[in-house]
T-cell receptor
Framework: NAGVTQTPKFQVLKTGQSMTLQCAQD?????MYWYRQDPGMGLRLIYY???????DKGEVPNGYNVSRLNKREFSLRLESAAPSQTSVYFC?????????????FGEGSWLTVV | AQSVTQLDSHVSVSEGTPVLLRCNYS??????LFWYVQHPNKGLQLLLK??????LVKGINGFEAEFKKSETSFHLTKPSAHMSDAAEYFC??????????FGSGTRLLVRP
């Protein structure tokens, strides 16, 4: 997973608190993604950014906001955390829209909302 | 609309026996298909990918997969399982858009 760095790796939040997950990549990729992983449901897309300056909703965007700060960084914000947002979050990147481009994942961020 | 179905949530094999993890897809386009592996509490690692070249794709750690358009399948195989293969495996489809569609995963158990 070299090249895609997520912080923090672990976080416990109280209901209603806010926090931001950070993702940075040093591979000069255009496209970046945020996924959540829940048992038995695979990975579901929260938001993605096809290129710097653009963001789009994915499958499960409610309760989240994103910022594509520059080409390297793509952050995910929980404004008012809820227990349903307890999950493992993965950032991913790929070169661009060619379908065969490999997708690279970060190590994941384990978030618990109590 | 695209979709990916991993037909088995769990597969259990004995060490040294063949592995078969099944994946069917639905796509309106000529998709690219990927298999990723995830070990416990780790990120996802690419095993192999199909991108409209050879239909039999060889990946890392002895895994391979065959793209069968007529069956809309992309099953993952390995001739002989190792204990270290125990992990969760995800089939992923990507068309010409930016979105990736993940299967729900198959957990591979390897018995000694």
């Amino acid at each position: 997973n070299a090249g895609v760095t997520q912080t923090p790796k672990f976080q416990v939040l109280k209901t209603g608190q806010s926090m931001t997950l950070q993702c940075a990549q040093d591979m000069n990729h255009n496209s970046m993604y945020w996924y959540r992983q829940d048992p038995g449901m695979g990975l579901r897309l929260i938001y993605y950014s096809a290129s710097e300056g653009t963001t789009d909703k994915g499958e499960v965007p409610n309760g989240y906001n994103v910022s594509r700060l520059n080409k390297r960084e793509f952050s995910l914000r929980l404004e008012s955390a809820a227990p349903s947002q307890t999950s493992v979050y993965f950032c991913a990147t790929t070169t661009g829209d060619y379908s065969g481009n490999t997708i690279y994942f970060g190590e994941g961020s384990w978030l618990t909302v109590v | 609309a695209q979709s990916v179905t991993q037909l088995d949530s769990h597969v259990s094999v004995s060490e040294g026996t063949p592995v078969l993890l099944r994946c069917n897809y639905s796509s309106s386009y000529s998709p690219s298909l990927f298999w990723y592996v995830q070990h416990p509490n780790k990120g996802l690692q690419l095993l192999l990918k199909y991108t409209s070249a050879a239909t039999l794709v060889k990946g890392i750690n002895g895994f391979e997969a065959e793209f069968k358009k007529s069956e809309t399948s992309f099953h993952l195989t390995k001739p002989s399982a190792h204990m270290s293969d125990a992990a969760e495996y995800f089939c992923v489809v990507k068309d010409s858009s930016y979105k990736l569609i993940f299967g729900s995963g198959t957990r591979l158990l390897v018995r000694p």
